[in-house]
């Protein structure tokens, strides 16, 4: 995977978690057309740039449990 790729998956995925609507990581993953393996790992890398995100059972989705202002651009040629 590539930067422009991870960087495009990190923004999806911010959306899919702020609607509360990601599914089961196993859903996620399909969504996404990755492993979960990769859902882990990117989930992880949010984690590290300050995200607070939790597996919610009830609503079966990733959340985050506080506010966050994740900003990651890129330049398209």
């Known amino acids: ?4 790729e991870c960087i495009k998956r990190i923004e999806r995925l911010d959306v899919l978690i702020r609607l509360e609507n990601t ?3 196993r859903v996620l993953s399909e969504r996404l057309n ?3 393996r990769q859902i882990y790992r990117l989930i ?3 984690r590290n740039l300050g995200a607070e ?8 989705s990733y959340i985050y449990t ?6 990651i651009g ?3 040629y």
């Open 1 to 4: 995977m590539n930067f422009l």
């Open 66 to 71: 506080k506010p966050v202002k994740l900003k």
């Open 34 to 36: 990755i492993g979960e």
């Open 74 to 76: 890129y330049i398209e």
């Open 53 to 60: 995100i939790e597996y919610s059972q009830c609503k079966v």
């Open 23 to 25: 599914g089961s990581p």
């Open 44 to 46: 992880e890398q949010m």
